[in-house]
């Protein structure tokens, strides 16, 4: 079992309450799906309940950090060293189609820099979560990217920008490069937990442009924690600036972002 700290802790424990809210509510946009009615503003409320459960919750044990999450304004803390990067559900397009694969992702930023994550996907009830220094975790298994080093055995897993954003042939035309030199590309639509698989293996790469700081904040830690390797989509750019993000193993990383980057 890791030996985890008592942020970390609080952090896992808001992510399991807000779960038990998004559950009950997926299950009623599940019972929508084949009605005309659109999920569309019962899905934002479900979003909404789960960030106030989980800055209730994050406020409560650490009173004078700040915040930035996908649903509110940004707040400055007394601490202003320290913030929550919270997305409450990430992979709402999933949750909106009934589709069982989105998450909850609580990052702990400290002086610039992420130092806890956590990523909590309910419906198959896997916490994924590292600290800086702690190595990662998913639920009390520590996470090591793949080993695999051949490139046309990897699974390899984007974001393809959808209506009218921008980036759209680009991302095709690294597509091209990508699909004949390995073994297959998936589209999951959770970039929080896009990196968390990279973290655990099961995807060897996973590269999207386009996104907020909230979407990848915790899976940054999390991949690093895990022996992968993350940069920018820009040169020497940080990808929680610049929401455009590569993460890799180790064995393929060169490889990857050379065919990727150029
Ligand atoms: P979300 O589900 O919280 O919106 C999928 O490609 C990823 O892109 C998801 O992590 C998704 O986060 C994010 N995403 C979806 N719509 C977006 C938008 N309009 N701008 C930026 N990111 C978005
Ligand atoms: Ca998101």
Redesign the pocket.
Same mark, same amino acid.
């Given at each position: 079992m890791p030996n985890q700290s008592a942020t970390i802790n609080v952090m896992i424990q808001a992510a399991r309450k807000a779960a038990k809210s998004l559950l009950k509510d997926f299950t009623e946009v599940e019972n929508l799906q084949a009605s005309t009615k659109s999920p569309g503003d019962f899905v934002s409320k479900a979003d909404l309940r789960a960030e106030r459960i989980i800055k209730y919750e994050l406020e409560k044990a650490r009173p004078y950090y700040g915040w930035v999450g996908?649903e509110s304004e940004e707040i400055v803390g007394k601490d202003p060293t320290r913030r929550w990067i919270v997305?409450p559900?990430? !992979?709402?397009?999933?949750?909106l189609h009934g589709i069982p694969h989105?998450a909850i992702s609580i990052a702990l930023e400290h002086k610039n820099e992420i130092t806890s994550g956590v990523i909590y996907d309910p419906i198959k009830d896997e916490c994924f979560y590292a600290e800086k220094g702690n190595g990662a975790w998913l639920n009390d298994k520590r996470l090591r990217v793949s080993g695999r080093t051949k490139m046309i055995e990897m699974l390899f897993s984007t974001?393809?920008p959808?209506?009218n954003?921008p980036g759209l042939s680009t991302t095709l035309t690294e597509i091209e490069k990508i699909m004949p030199k390995c073994s297959g590309l998936r589209?999951d639509?959770?970039?929080?937990l896009?990196l968390a698989y990279v973290a655990s293996g099961r995807f060897d790469g996973y590269w999207?442009r !386009?996104?907020?700081s909230?979407?990848i904040a915790a899976g940054i830690v999390i991949v690093k924690e895990s022996g992968g390797i993350i940069c920018s989509l820009e040169k020497d750019m940080n990808p929680l600036l610049n929401?455009s993000i590569l993460a890799a193993s180790d064995k393929i990383y060169e490889e990857f972002s050379s065919l990727i980057l150029t």
């Open positions: 996908e997305d559900l990430d !992979g709402t397009s999933n949750f989105w974001g393809i959808f209506a954003k589209r639509g959770s970039a929080a896009d999207e !386009g996104l907020n909230w979407d929401g």
